[in-house]
């Protein structure tokens, strides 16, 4: 049996494990499971998984979490703020922790599962682009497993068939992209878009913040760094491919010319199931794709002036050191002031290119030295998107 916290569990990602993990009583028992604000909803997910302990994020709403578990009869005990949920991601009651908060606030939880040996179920990408040296060093130190849940990644996991990238005989992984909402607009077409339309991404149901990243395709980016640590695979051997029907879902060039392809729905709960069940395989609730109806797969490079993020990412990467907590610090600020209204979609390449070249890049000595750049460049870009909120208005 295994016994999963979840973490993030009233998001997108959360209520895909869920539906995977519920279908398998037999062999996943929910053992945790965390929210960070909405604490009806997570009562209400108690009540139906029945885990040891519930986590509210926002250390304010302890008391009511507390009643709202025990006013269902609930014998979950209640937990709150950022320090619980760390401890959740360690607590001996689960081999297994799904990392599914949004954003860098889940670094804490997500080096916590990492240090405690866990199966690390990693859809958090926020904490690979913080952190990744330091991820990858805590999980070699503790034989920590870590699985991607990042449809790419995941593929490319299963293309090497869980074991880590030979360098010699990959020649490179190619990363497939939707391409967004947005895809084959021109720059004078972005100018105006809204949040909402952000939001209505072609293939996937996703969370606010990635859907944005998507449409900007800042989440390729992101996933190229993530690539990077997850696989060790240098940028250089990283590339980007746009295929708009979201079925391939990665690739791995082998030195031979050889390529290997993962092929499935855009479905995440393929992708948890995989990664729940792995060396095993078990039923998702998701069927394979019917190629024979789809009839053509495409593909095309991505537009790189357009789409000014994922070279911003490429360009991190390079820096090296915390130019990519900058980078990802300064995207959750500008996307989160898209999101509020308060900047336009074009604002956020801004926004981030001018906190990269104000902030100045350390070395990523430990995770005291990239919080502290992280905290630097949610200032900046604060001061840049209100600097662009002006220039809008
Ligand atoms: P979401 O916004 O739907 O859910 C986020 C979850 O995190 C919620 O449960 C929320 O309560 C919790 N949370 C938010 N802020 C928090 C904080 N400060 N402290 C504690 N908990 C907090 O997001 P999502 O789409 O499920 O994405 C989750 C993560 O998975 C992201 O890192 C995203 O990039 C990644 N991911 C998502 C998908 C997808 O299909 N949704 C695919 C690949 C990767
Ligand atoms: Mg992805």
Redesign the pocket.
């Known amino acids: 049996m295994r016994r999963i916290a979840l973490?993030?569990?009233?998001?997108?990602?959360?209520?895909?494990a869920l539906d995977v993990i519920a279908r398998h009583p037999d062999r996943f028992a929910v053992s945790v499971l965390?929210?960070?604000?909405?604490v009806d909803e997570l009562v209400a997910l108690c009540r139906r998984h029945r885990p040891q302990h519930a986590v509210i994020?926002?250390a304010g709403k302890y008391a009511a979490l507390r009643d709202g578990l025990a006013a269902a009869g609930l014998p979950t005990q209640a937990h709150a703020g950022?320090q619980a949920?760390a401890e959740a991601a360690a607590d001996a009651e689960s081999d297994t922790v799904i990392?599914?908060?949004?954003?860098a606030?889940?670094i804490a939880?997500t080096l916590a599962a990492a240090r405690a040996g866990k199966r690390l179920l990693l859809?958090?990408?926020?904490?690979v682009v913080l952190a990744g040296d330091l991820l990858m060093r805590e999980c070699r130190a503790n034989s920590t497993q870590i699985i991607p849940?990042?449809?790419e990644h995941n593929a490319i996991f299963q293309c090497l068939n869980g074991q880590p990238a030979d360098l010699a005989k990959v020649a490179k992984l190619i990363l497939t992209a939707s391409g967004g909402p947005f895809l084959n607009r021109s720059r004078a077409e972005l100018a105006g878009v809204t949040a909402e339309q952000a939001c209505r991404h072609p293939n996937?149901?996703?969370?606010?913040?990635?859907?944005v990243?998507s449409a900007t395709l800042m989440?390729k980016g992101?996933e190229v760094i993530e690539a990077h640590w997850l696989f060790g695979m240098p940028a250089a051997r990283i590339d980007v491919l746009v295929h708009p029907q979201s079925i391939i879902h990665s690739l791995v060039e082998q030195a031979d010319g050889s390529v290997l392809a993962q092929l499935g729905r855009p479905d995440?709960r393929t992708?948890l199931a995989c990664g729940l069940a792995w060396p095993e395989r078990v039923a998702s609730g998701v069927a394979a794709p019917d190629l024979g109806a789809l009839g053509a797969l495409t593909f095309q490079p991505p537009d790189r002036a357009t789409f000014a993020c994922l070279d911003l990412a490429y360009a991190a990467l390079n820096a090296g050191g915390t130019a990519p907590a900058t980078l990802n610090a300064a995207n959750e600020v500008a996307v989160d002031a898209f999101l509020h209204g308060h900047i336009g979609f074009l604002d956020i390449p801004a926004a981030i290119a001018a906190t990269l070249d104000a902030c100045d890049i350390a070395p990523a000595a430990d995770l005291d030295a990239l919080l502290a750049a992280d905290a630097a460049a949610r200032r900046q870009a604060g001061t840049q998107v209100r600097r662009l909120a002006g220039a809008n208005a």
């Open positions: 973490l993030g569990a009233t998001g997108s990602i959360g209520a895909s965390s929210a960070h604000a909405r994020g926002q950022p949920l990392a599914a908060i949004v954003g606030a889940g939880s859809a958090n990408k926020e904490s849940i990042d449809s996937w149901s996703m969370g606010r913040k990635i859907s990243d989440n992101l995440m992708t």
